[in-house]
């Protein structure tokens, strides 16, 4: 594929000898006179001085060495890009740089026919009406790209707002992943516009990505990793390639890459948006200390177990678990330990719950498990109930700080599905009769049948 300068030399009928032509003169008048290029550039700045400001380079060093040296690849591109950037920053208008480059085009006659090549003059001329249509091409990239970059600020603004409203629930590794990328974005369209930045710009490191990290601890498993993982080092490693190309002021290339940049990220986002998506849904329904289900869905998920034992006529049980002094954990060895023997008393309770059972955070150290009996077991739930009992009073937990054991009050109640009993009803009881195991010395399961 041709590249755009490429296509726009073919466009002025600028061929690969007539570059030669030019070279072959470049050279000769070199050997004449090696302070050649300084000569014109003095030159120029003096046919030019009416523009230029106090301090300001209005035609920049290396710009008659690539109008007039005859090598029209990228390194033009990139000093007329330098040149339209710097135009730009002075506040030049599209109508200053075509007076420019007429004045450009009046020195490169002048000096063709001075030297007596004429040849070399209508050729010069051919290059600088290539370098008027990249200076154009730069310009409407310019403005793409400022319009792009301020964009990626309010996206980032956005972003900051949205998040710190929601941060405290939201995993802040994966925020900061989010925060992170935008302002990368916008640093590096600053760059590429040639804006003096207070930081250098990095590329971003996949390894010390916030949101490596946050994946590495994704509880959720809510990304197809693959795919994802894919997008997200070609991520990473396009904005290694954009850093480069914006310091070295290819605006094609940062465009080219930023556009695949752009969606690759848009791709990303929309499955990490997914993932948030279904994160905060869990948030919801689930106790986010110990990822059991929470008190808001119990009763939903009470009213249709109870829909489903009626039509199979079967009998529920109900039991209220808690935890026999657990404030002394807390107090004893703090609440992190407190919080690790949660964690690890959920997952012992999951692990003897049968399939169908359903299994609660209540709150603070009580949990819930309720689910329909077996049809022949009678008092199933209380011989549940004391499995779990001695499971515990068995166990030991937060071995990694302390090994730690704890006993456990039980509640129980059995009820035919038909006899409608409230929620509200079978936890009172179950309740009461959690109290009255407290009353009898703790460790011990209460079970009555309503
Ligand atoms: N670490 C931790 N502690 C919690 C959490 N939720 C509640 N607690 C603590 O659990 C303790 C419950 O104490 P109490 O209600 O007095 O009950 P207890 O010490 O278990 O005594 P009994 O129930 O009478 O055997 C309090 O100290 C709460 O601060 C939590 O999420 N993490």
């Known amino acids: 594929m041709l590249s755009k300068i490429e296509k726009l030399k073919e466009k002025l009928e600028l061929k690969p000898e007539h570059e030669l032509e030019i070279q072959s003169y470049t050279k000769q008048l070199l050997s004449q006179n090696k302070n050649f290029y300084q000569q014109i550039q003095r030159w120029g700045k003096r046919h030019c001085s009416g523009y230029l400001l106090p301090g300001h380079e209005l035609l920049l060093d290396g710009f008659y060495e690539a109008v007039i040296g005859g090598e029209y690849q990228e390194n033009l591109y990139t000093v007329v890009y330098r040149q339209t950037l710097n135009w730009y920053q002075l506040g030049l208008g599209d109508t200053d740089a075509v007076l420019l480059y007429n004045k450009v085009r009046q020195l490169v006659t002048s000096y063709g026919n001075s030297f007596g090549y004429s040849r070399l003059a209508y050729l010069l001329n051919q290059v600088v009406d290539l370098c008027i249509s990249l200076s154009v091409e730069v310009r409407t990239l310019l403005f793409k790209m400022v319009h792009i970059k301020q964009a990626a600020e309010y996206e ?6 949205v998040f710190s409203i929601l941060s405290s629930n939201l995993p802040s590794d994966l925020v900061k992943a989010y925060v992170k990328h935008q302002s990368w974005k916008y640093q590096v369209f600053a760059l590429a516009l040639g804006q003096g930045l207070d930081t250098v710009v990095e590329p971003l490191p996949i390894e010390s990505c916030h949101l490596t990290r946050w994946l590495k601890e994704d509880n959720y498993r809510s990304v197809e990793r693959k795919t994802f993982d894919a997008l997200h080092e070609r991520a990473h490693e396009l904005s290694t390639i954009i850093v480069h190309q914006a310091a070295e002021h290819r605006p094609e290339q940062v465009s080219l890459y930023l556009q695949e940049f752009e969606q690759t990220s848009e791709e990303l986002g929309r499955l990490l948006l997914e993932c948030l998506e279904k994160h905060i849904a869990q948030m919801a329904t689930h106790d986010q200390l110990t990822k059991l289900l929470n008190r808001t869905t119990l009763e939903a998920k009470f009213s249709r177990e109870r829909a489903l034992a009626q039509r199979l006529e079967q009998t529920l049980g109900f039991m209220l678990i808690d935890i026999d002094h657990f404030k002394k954990v807390n107090d004893e060895y703090g609440h992190f330990v407190g919080d690790m023997l949660l964690v690890e008393f959920a997952q012992l309770l999951v692990q003897h719950a049968r399939m169908t059972d ?32 001695q499971a515990v009073e068995q166990a030991e937990f937060c071995k990694q700080m302390k090994a730690l054991q704890v006993t456990v009050s039980v509640g129980v109640v059995e009820f035919p599905a038909s006899s409608e009993l409230s929620l509200q009803r079978v936890f009172a009881q179950a309740d009461t009769l959690l109290y009255q195991a407290k009353q009898q010395g703790r460790n011990q399961v209460q079970a009555a049948f309503l």
């Open 358 to 389: 359903r299994v609660f955070r209540w709150g603070g150290e009580e949990f819930v498990v309720f689910g329909m009996l077996e049809p022949d077991a009678a008092q199933g739930m209380q011989q549940f109930a004391e499995r779990i009992r």
């Open 156 to 161: 980032s603004q956005r972003i900051n707002q």
